[in-house]
């Protein structure tokens, strides 16, 4: 089983859509949780810490279940520039070594 | 931006040869990476360092070595470059497990 498994879409929206994803995880000792953003040909960028009580940051908001060991990102209002791949990222225990998901690709559509 | 550099950003060698990329950072953090990246695996862990002289494998590391002799230069070196060591290879750095990553531009390697 992956550390960390997501759904590689491509999620194809129109714009103005609200779109969300989730990225499950097989540690539950994990501590520490991001999405990042990827554009085409581009390193990872970090979009946002997901933390335990869920966050949001403008348009997008991040939320956690440790539970049912997964994490999810809502995207309201989507824009074309959102269109890119997204990916999960999970630490390993209590350690600084992250385990990043295959990400989700997400195409908005004018 | 985070200063984190890496260098070539391009390269093109043959089989049986060693590559040696660089990554350079000037944001004085202790934790640095290498990953790479192929399409279907997303990025995988290839080697790590907490520090210098301090480094330890990832899931993928066979073929590779590296080296951390200052705090801002990480080192990979592919001993005798397989074409299945084609991919993108990224560097990243952290300053802790709660700041996650910064990736540098990352090193498009062909080996033909």
């Known amino acids: 089983r992956k550390e960390v498994e997501q759904d590689p879409g491509p999620f194809n929206v129109p714009e103005g859509a609200t779109v969300a994803f989730n990225c499950t995880y097989s540690?539950?000792?994990?501590?520490?949780f991001f999405w990042y953003r990827q554009d085409c040909r581009k390193e990872p960028k970090l979009l946002m810490s997901?933390?335990?009580s869920g966050n949001e940051d403008g348009r997008f908001t991040a939320q956690l279940n440790r539970a049912s060991q997964y994490i999810s990102l809502l995207i309201r209002d989507s824009k074309l520039s959102d269109s890119a791949t997204y990916l999960c990222?999970?630490?390993?225990?209590?350690?600084?070594?992250?385990?990043f998901g295959s990400g989700t690709k997400l195409n908005v559509k004018p | 931006d985070a200063g984190i550099t890496q260098s070539p950003r391009h390269k093109v060698t043959e089989t049986g040869t060693p590559v040696t990329l660089r990554c350079h950072q000037t944001?004085?953090?202790?934790?640095m990476y290498w990953y790479r990246q192929d399409p279907g695996h997303g990025l995988r862990l290839i080697h790590y360092?907490?520090?210098?002289?301090?480094?330890d494998k990832g899931e993928v590391s066979d073929g590779y070595s590296v080296s951390r002799s200052k705090t801002e230069d990480f080192l990979l070196t592919l001993e005798s470059a397989t074409s299945s060591q084609t991919s993108v290879y990224f560097c990243?750095?952290?300053?802790?497990?709660?700041?996650?990553?910064?990736f540098g531009s990352g090193t498009r390697l062909t080996v033909v």
């Open positions: 990243a750095i952290s300053e802790g497990q709660l700041y996650g990553y910064t």
């Open positions: 540690n539950s000792a994990s501590q520490s």
């Open positions: 990222v999970v630490n390993k225990n209590n350690f600084n070594k992250f385990y």
């Open positions: 944001e004085n953090h202790r934790y």
């Open positions: 997901v933390y335990s």
């Open positions: 360092s907490y520090g210098v002289k301090d480094t």
